[in-house]
Structures are given as C-alpha cells and as structure tokens.
C-alpha cells in the first residue's frame, strides 16, 4: 500500500482510488513493543485498513469484516500465503504448503473432517473425553494439584493421534510428542538460517522418530480399536500418487498433529480461565437443558464460540498481494504483505456489544452477534480455513460436556497474560484443585 497521493484517474477512467497519506502510516519505533500492541493502536488510529512501518516497506493490518471478506474469502488467488513459520516443523503439510500442492493435499484431506467424515471420529473423541474426565476424578479424589493446561494438552493429543492411528495415545509416545509443543513455543523466538534447525534439531529428530513409527505401523495395518486412521488415507493414496512419499506423509501426520491439538488445547485453557472470571455462566450453560439435551449442548457450544471470539485460534492470518487491487477504497500494490488480524476484529466495539466481555448469549441470542461473514474466524475464512474446525468444536463439547458438571476447578495460580505466538495462549502455567460436584 503505497503512501502518496493519488494524481487523479486512470486511462481506463476508473474513479480515483485514494491512497493512504504519508501520516496514515504508523511507525514501530519502540524496540520493546508488542506486535499485538502495534496492531492494536494502528486500528484505533487509522481504522479497519491501515499501514505500519516495520522495514522499509508498509504493511497493510486488516480488521474490517468487509475487507477481511475481501482478502480471504472472495479473492484468495490475489492474496496468498508465502511461507510459514512452523515449516521446519510441519515441512510440506497442508498447513505450509502452497500453490497446486495445496490443493491436492486440501482435497485428499477434507472428506476426512467434514461432514459426513466426522462420524467415524465421534467414538474416538468420546473415548478421548472418558479417559481425561477418569483422570479428573482420580485428582479430585486425592486433591493433587494439576496444571490444568498440560491436562487440556493430554486430551487434545489423545483425541487428535486416535483419530490419525486408530490407537489410543501411550505415555511414551505423549512424551516424546511434547516436544512439539517445545518446538512450537520456541519458533517465533528462533533466528533465521542454520542456527533455527539446530536450536530444536534433537527435539524434530524425536518427533520423527514417532512419525515414522506411526507410519510403519499404519503399514503393517495394524489397527486399532475402532479401526484404521487417516494414516491409512495417505498410505492408501501414495498407491496412486507418487508425491505421497514417505516424507510428505510424516509432513501430513505432524501438520496434523500441531494443528490438531494445539489449538483446542489452548482454547480449552482459555475457557476455563474465563469461567474463572465469569462463574455465572457454568450454571447458565448446565441450567440451559438436561444432561445429552440438544439445549444444553448448544449453550456448552457457545461457551467455545465465544472463547475463541477473545481467543481465536488463527489470530493472525499473513498474506501477500501477488497482483496490484483495490481494498476498501485504497490502492495494495503487488508485492504488499498484508495482515488479516481476527483477534482484533473481534474485539473491535464497532461491532461487538462490550467485546472485552466474556459473553457466551452472543451465540444463542437472535441478533447479538454481527450478521457479516468476515466479524468472526476464529479458524480462518474462505480457501485456506482450518480443515479441522468441526473435529475442534466437536472434541470441546465433547469433553466440557463431562467436566463441567462433574468437577469444580479452583485456580492456585493464573497466567499474568497472554503470549503471541502461532496461536495466542496463556502465558504460564495453570495450576489447579479439583473438586467432585456431585
């Protein structure tokens, strides 16, 4: 986005597009910022599309719903993903993979968890939540405190490796996995170059090591308890497609288990702190309907909808501008990098009620959330949106639907705040008491 002024239309006689003035562009020039913090003064100061300056080039932050709409759901050729962070990690997966690639591995993925590909999931994440609510009890009975974040992270792996392998997650395998985590933490803090690979060189050598052994038993099929896993998907599909190496299969596995269980772990950490904050809306959601009723799992919904609204998964979404456009009235040259920001659209009060507020009516309430598409992703909009969103909010429900009226959770110590990296998480551990409610 350039910062001079338009001269006037073009040959073609298109209305002037106005640019952004040299004093709309915001600059960084605190070394101690928070990025968060930069995007967050730049939409209150110049609005739904603006510019900072952290290099010699503006970049575009983008809030505004129509404009978001714009960017990743009506004209996501224009503006794509270049590369991604976590590409050490997840290689060539359907996360960091681009162009034509992407779409084939899209394609071979998404019957897998949408639709009609999620019933075979629903006895595994029930499994999943059986297992984490027996452990529940087990420190509710001796009153041994627990970190409540490494709990939400056992379960989200558990879930996310049943339905990968078929098998349910072992101690040993929960280990070495952990690392992703580590690797994951560490990733925004990494220099660029040879320094990256070596800094969590060990910690990618075990994780492939739990890849590959994963893959050799998919194999040998050697199924689990209720049957082979997407696993058997991509080994079955590299019959056909010979892009389907063994390599890009442990890319697809570990991209699908960093997207998979990371994100609802977070989330799920997040929700329990804001009910912390909020306890009234526990009893709201238990009071909406008997246990298993359809009202009452609408509103247990509603408290993951409206944690991920202060807490999206995606909170921050890079593209770049491959051609030259025009995005809500001003000029994005080619070349432009863009950042489509839904932790800020989210709480921006030009749409939402009070959006500081942890207020789960906004989901079930006529009329209490904004109408437009592009006011609420928390898994991202259009072409390139979170394959695993049904499965995410699908394994939530399923767990809080357990917990929430059988334990009671007392905090011994909170998080000061959030860190921004791949996802927006607490930022601490997450000690806690368990108690039996009934």
């Not at 909406?288 to 609408?298: D, H, I, K, L, V």
């Not at 909808?305 to 909170?315: F, G, K, M, Q, V």
Request: hydrophobic fraction near 40%.
């Amino acid at each position: 986005m350039t910062t001079t002024a338009n001269p006037g239309p073009s040959p073609a006689a298109a209305p002037p597009v106005p640019e952004l003035p040299p004093e709309a562009v915001e600059e960084w020039r605190s070394e101690e910022a928070e990025l968060i913090d930069l995007l967050a003064r730049t939409r209150q100061r110049l609005g739904g599309v603006a510019a900072f300056r952290i290099g010699p080039r503006p970049t575009v932050l983008v809030t505004d719903p129509d404009a978001v709409q714009h960017v990743l759901g009506r004209h996501p050729e224009r503006y794509v993903k270049r590369s991604h962070r976590a590409r050490m990690l997840a290689g060539e997966g359907v996360l960091s993979a681009t162009g034509e690639p992407w779409k084939r591995q899209r394609r071979m993925l998404q019957a897998q968890f949408t639709g009609t590909g999620m019933r075979r999931y629903e006895q595994r994440i029930a499994a999943a939540a059986r297992r984490a609510a027996d452990r529940w009890a087990g420190y509710a009975r001796t009153g041994e405190p627990v970190d409540l974040g490494e709990e939400m992270r056992h379960f989200a792996l558990d879930t996310i490796w049943r339905a990968l392998t078929g098998h349910p997650l072992e101690a040993e395998t929960e280990r070495e996995l952990d690392r992703i985590a580590t690797v994951v933490a560490a990733l925004p803090q990494l220099p660029d170059g040879e320094q990256v690979q070596e800094a969590v060189a060990e910690d990618l050598a075990r994780i492939d090591a739990v890849a590959h052994a994963a893959i050799a038993t998919a194999r040998r099929r050697e199924d689990g308890p209720d049957g082979p896993g997407v696993l058997r998907v991509l080994l079955d599909a590299a019959e056909e497609h010979p892009e389907y190496t063994d390599r890009l299969i442990r890319d697809e596995l570990v991209t699908l288990l960093v997207a998979g269980h990371e994100t609802t772990a977070t989330t799920l950490g997040w929700l329990f702190l804001l009910l912390d904050t909020a306890p009234d809306t526990r009893s709201w959601a238990l009071d909406a309907g008997p246990e298993g009723s359809p009202e009452r799992r609408e509103a247990v919904q509603a408290l993951v909808s409206e944690t991920l609204r202060l807490y999206p998964s995606a909170w921050i979404l890079p593209r770049h501008a491959l051609t030259e456009d025009t995005l809500a009235g001003h000029r994005v040259e080619a070349g432009t990098d863009l950042l489509v920001c839904p932790y800020l659209t989210h709480r921006d009060p030009a749409l939402w009620l009070d959006p500081e507020r942890f207020d789960p009516t906004r989901f079930t309430a006529a009329g209490s959330r904004p109408a437009h598409l592009g006011a609420y992703l928390p898994f991202g909009l259009g072409a390139r949106a979170c394959l695993g969103t049904q499965f995410a909010l699908r394994e939530s429900v399923a767990l809080l639907e357990l917990l929430l009226p059988a334990f009671a959770v007392r905090f011994l110590d909170k998080p000061s705040g959030a860190a921004y990296s791949i996802t927006v998480r607490p930022d601490g551990p997450m000690p806690v008491v368990l108690s039996a409610t009934g």
